[in-house]
């Protein structure tokens, strides 16, 4: 019996524990709820704070900004801000050349030199599209300088002010400074390099070779029909050619679209 009392008691001393340690943990939890409550209270209070301070910088912002537009000298700013004058070169064109007007409906040359093209190719070019359109010396001249682009416009506006006077003279000058992008001068004997490629129709190759003939300028007939001759391909045509030898190019162009008609191909 005395050791069923000592049972109960030490239960109802560890139920009492229990419960204090509960209401320990509990009133933990109230304080620790209570400072969570206080620091989100001051954060609200510093948001307003700040919210009202940036309201009051917006509408100082906009007063002074209201103050500016309204101040004369502002609009003078804005203006020097928003355009920049483009930069001034003194133009290497004499009075009479700059004085001339480029009509509105005046199409100009498609061509473009950047310094790096042979100028008699871009020289050649020129001429031919304003061969087709017209126009003076001095309309030359400046519609000359609109096709330099690049490097060649920098050379250009290096010139001295007022030093071109005609477009021959723009020509020469120009010629003179580009003369090592010339492409070498092509020789009569060059027409022996060409030759026929395995696979190349004898229309192509008789095309190919005309071109060359008209690049190199020359009027050499035996020579031509003989370089030809030794680039076309084996084959019944050459076997012809040697046979009866054509005695001008003309000639073998003629009997190239015979034998071309008789083989069953278009030329």
Known sequence: MMRSTRQGSTRAESEEMTMQQVMGMMQGLQEVMA???VEQERIQVDLAASQARNEELCRANEELRRGLRNHPRSHETEDRECFTPPREFPM???QSIMEAVIPHTFVGPKVMFTGMEDPEAHLTAFHTQMMLVGGSDALRCKLFMSTLTRMAMDWFISLPEGHITSFV????????QYLANRAPAPFSYDLFDVKQYQG????EYISRFGAQVVKVGTTDEPMIVYAFRKGVCPGSFSKSL???????FAEVRQRAVEHIASEGEAY
């Open 35 to 37: 400072a969570s409550k």
């Open 200 to 203: 190349e129709t004898l229309k």
């Open 92 to 94: 290497p064109f004499s």
């Open 169 to 176: 003279q723009l020509s020469q000058l120009f010629r003179e």
């Open 242 to 248: 040697n046979r009866s030898r054509p005695k001008t």
